[in-house]
């Protein structure tokens, strides 16, 4: 699908350039009212927080997500994504070190990529992610067979 419109965003304007090349169409804050900007302002705060967690699988990890991006926010930082994320590799290394998965998450979020990337391949935190997803696995199987899901069969 062809793409219908670019937004340029600045300041106080928010301006819609159509792909037709027509006129774009722009609104300044200074056009609103009052009301309108704080519900504008809370509804993309609600977006960007939201987005923050949606790949998460745990609570924690959505937590300290979330967390991290209303810290951006307090910063003046909205471009920063602000996540603490490492998934089910943050949940592998918690369980290899017998901490909390909060806490690994404060110290996964200060790694480089390339550190990242060593731990996920030391062998206790591959076996601790292998059992992991596998306990998952088995559970949506579980799950699976209450449901309407069809057999399955060979």
């Known amino acids: 699908m062809a793409k219908i419109a670019t937004k340029k965003v600045t300041a106080d304007s928010v301006t819609f350039v159509w792909a037709d090349e027509s ?3 722009t609104i ?3 056009e609103l009212k009052p009301e309108l900007v704080t519900r504008a302002a809370l509804h993309g705060i609600s977006q960007k927080g939201g987005d923050s967690y949606s790949q998460c699988t745990t609570i924690a990890e959505a937590k300290a997500n979330l967390q991290a991006t209303l810290d ?7 471009n920063r994504s602000g ?3 490492g998934g ?3 949940e592998a290394i918690a369980a290899v070190m017998n901490q909390p998965v909060e806490a690994i998450l404060v110290q996964w979020a200060k790694k480089t990529d390339a550190e990242q990337a060593a731990a996920k391949k030391h062998p206790e935190v591959m076996a601790a992610k292998a059992k992991i ?3 998952r696995a088995a559970s ?12 399955f069969t060979l």
């Open 83 to 85: 996540t603490a994320s």
């Open 23 to 25: 006129t774009p169409t």
């Open 140 to 151: 949506k199987a579980k799950a699976a067979k209450k449901s309407d899901a069809p057999a």
């Open 28 to 30: 300044k804050l200074s």
């Open 72 to 78: 951006a926010f307090k910063q003046g930082d909205w």
């Open 133 to 135: 997803d596998a306990a």
């Open 88 to 90: 089910v590799w943050v």
